[in-house]
């Protein structure tokens, strides 16, 4: 059984479209992730959701919309897609101990975008 | 400065070796720590946490200075199968955000 899942996992698109990545967790957990790690490998966290509710927005561009309709559930939605926006988006999960996250997480298997 | 540091590499050794990598970290106030291992066009996946006490898995071992602010992982009697990227990982107070190191890339040869 998959513990966290993305789909696609390759996205190719052209600049200025709209896409959205999917990701579900069947761990049971409270937080969930959304990461970018670009073609230097630097993976950095933008957005943290708890329980459905934003606790984290790492200065993300609005074109950026993360929605939780549920708390195993956490999709990106991203518009008018540059070519700078290119890289792989990594969902991630994690467990809650007296309300927060603690040890470790759970990545996705990753979504590869590419942005023409 | 970066909020985590951690030396690219490549480290490349031969089998059987020890090698040792190093992260500091920027923010005294951070509550946990990790290191991740990620393979090639994959996900990270978790090598260990790390304690203030130290803490070893099998040819791992980790350590936490708190004082510097600097965390390391020792791996021994290296295997072909240990090459890879490995990730340190910071989380700040509060837990809800995690800061990953640039990674540090490990070749093992026959």
Redesign the interface.
């Known amino acids: 059984d998959t513990a966290v899942s993305q789909t696609p996992k390759y996205l190719v698109t052209q600049m200025g479209n709209d896409k959205s990545i999917k990701c579900e967790q069947n761990l049971g957990h409270d ?1 969930m ?1 959304w ?1 970018k790690q670009d073609s ?6 933008m957005f ?1 959701y ?1 329980n459905k509710e934003l ?2 927005n ?1 200065t993300v561009p609005n074109r950026f919309s993360p929605k939780s309709p549920d708390k195993a559930h956490l999709n990106l939605h991203i518009n008018s897609l540059e070519l700078g926006d290119s890289a792989v988006y ?1 969902c991630a999960s994690s467990q809650d101990r007296g309300g ?6 759970f ?4 979504t590869r975008l590419t942005v023409l | 400065r970066k909020e985590v540091e951690q030396d690219p590499g490549p480290f490349n050794v031969p089998e059987g070796a020890t090698v040792a990598f190093n992260c500091t970290y920027s923010n005294s106030a951070s509550q946990s720590f990790f290191w991740y291992r990620q393979d090639c066009r994959k996900e990270p996946k978790l090598l260990m946490s790390v304690y203030s006490s130290g803490n070893e898995d099998g040819r791992f071992t980790a350590q936490l200075n708190r004082a510097s602010q600097y965390i390391s992982l020792l791996i021994r009697d290296s295997k072909l199968s240990d090459s890879a990227t490995y990730l340190c990982a910071v989380m700040e107070a509060g837990g809800f955000k995690t800061i990953f190191g640039a990674g540090t890339r490990l070749f093992v040869k026959a």
């Open positions: 937080t992730y990461y230097k490998k630097f993976l950095k966290i943290s708890n606790i984290i790492e990594f927060a996250p603690y040890n470790e997480q990545f996705g298997p990753g």
